[in-house]
Nanobody, 112 residues
Framework: QVEIVESGGGLVQPGGSLNLSCSAS????????WAWYRQVPGRQRELVAS???????NYQNSVKGRFTISMDNAKNSAFLQMNKLEPQDTAMYYC??????WGQGTQVTVSS
């Protein structure tokens, strides 16, 4: 059974940084596509960043230049480095493996 676990969320002041981590278990070593989504209560989940099988990355316009997605397929892990955080980045962040397996989410709150 595949399990996705996120970590690294928390409370940070505007302008601060967080590094989210995502670890997958129950899968074999391989190259996977990864993505990070976020959701605010009452709103739809939105794609924040993704990295494809070819390593190509894609970002939501609002996070370009501030967030960086990366992966370590040898460790079945992905990361989201978030810099210059803004209050509107506050959300539950979800890691997705292969566009199929979702984690339970990690809360990010940006507030002074």
């Amino acid at each position: 059974q595949v399990e996705i676990v996120e970590s690294g969320g928390g409370l940070v002041q505007p302008g601060g940084s967080l590094n989210l981590s995502c670890s997958a278990s129950g899968i074999g070593p391989n190259i996977y596509a990864w993505a990070w989504y976020r959701q605010v209560p009452g709103r739809q989940r939105e794609l924040v960043a993704s990295v494809g099988l070819n390593g190509r990355t894609n970002y939501q316009n609002s996070v370009k230049g501030r967030f960086t997605i990366s992966m370590d397929n040898a460790k079945n892990s992905a990361f989201l480095q978030m810099n210059k955080l803004e209050p509107q980045d506050t959300a539950m962040y979800y890691c997705v493996l292969g566009a199929l397996y979702w984690g339970q989410g990690t809360q990010v709150t940006v507030s002074s």
